[in-house]
């Protein structure tokens, strides 16, 4: 996929990959008894691997990666949402819905705690440390969803192209401001704002609201 490059400073981008660095490794230490905790939730509530058995996203440059993700869903949900004749209306409303679903029946008891809580995503910190992700950056979008938004709403082209000049993050600006409750055009809108201004007190300022956001679960699906 096509990109924009918007160039940032040598001293911010090292500073920002050692931020990650760091911060990863702390951070999985801390989270480590709940990273356990829940995974035995998870093989528990329903059968199926313990993390998302989802496709690749788009990471930086427009290259495709594995994001490790606990799994929330039945096994083979992304599959089954697109093939299962029982899902039609249902995969309908996800691409109406900016790829969102409200009361989505694939997510399972424990997947809706842990996705409220975005406790599904503590096993990002593996894509931060591997490179694939910064702590701060815009949505890793699926290959499918970005092709179907851009035709939904083409005024976002050249937005998608500066997003997928950089890594996607953890968390990022629309994350902490509404995070699912913002379609597509508006949120892409936000990630290229993001990528136009960032820097390492941006995203130190994201960093700190994110654990607010994880709390109260404001805008999670």
Request: glycine residues 6%; hydrophobic residues 40%.
């Amino acid at each position: 996929m096509e990109y924009t490059e918007i160039k940032k400073s040598t001293v911010y981008e090292i500073t920002k990959r050692i931020l990650d660095i760091v911060s990863s490794i702390v951070l999985l230490v801390i989270f480590f008894p709940i990273i356990l905790l829940v995974a035995v939730l998870i093989k528990l509530d329903s059968s199926g691997p313990i993390l998302a058995d989802t496709p690749q996203r788009v990471g930086k440059n427009g290259k495709l990666f594995k994001m490790y993700k606990f799994r929330s869903m039945i096994q083979d949900a992304h599959e089954l949402l697109r093939t299962d004749p029982e899902f039609v209306k249902l995969f309908q409303e996800y691409k109406n819905g900016s790829y969102k679903l409200r009361n989505d029946p694939r997510i399972t008891n424990v997947g809706r705690f842990i996705r409220k809580h975005s406790l599904d995503e503590v096993p990002q910190f593996f894509n931060v440390l591997k490179g694939e992700m910064s702590l701060v950056g815009p949505r890793a979008y699926y290959p499918d969803e970005l092709r179907e938004q851009q035709k939904k709403y083409p005024y976002t082209r050249d937005s998608v192209k500066v997003v997928l000049s950089v890594k996607p993050g953890i968390t990022g600006y629309w994350q902490v401001s509404g995070r699912s409750d913002i379609n597509f055009d508006k949120r892409i809108q936000m990630d290229a704002a993001y990528v136009q201004d960032r820097s390492i007190l941006y995203d130190i300022g994201i960093i700190l609201k994110s654990p607010w956001a994880m709390i109260t679960g404001k805008g999670a699906l």
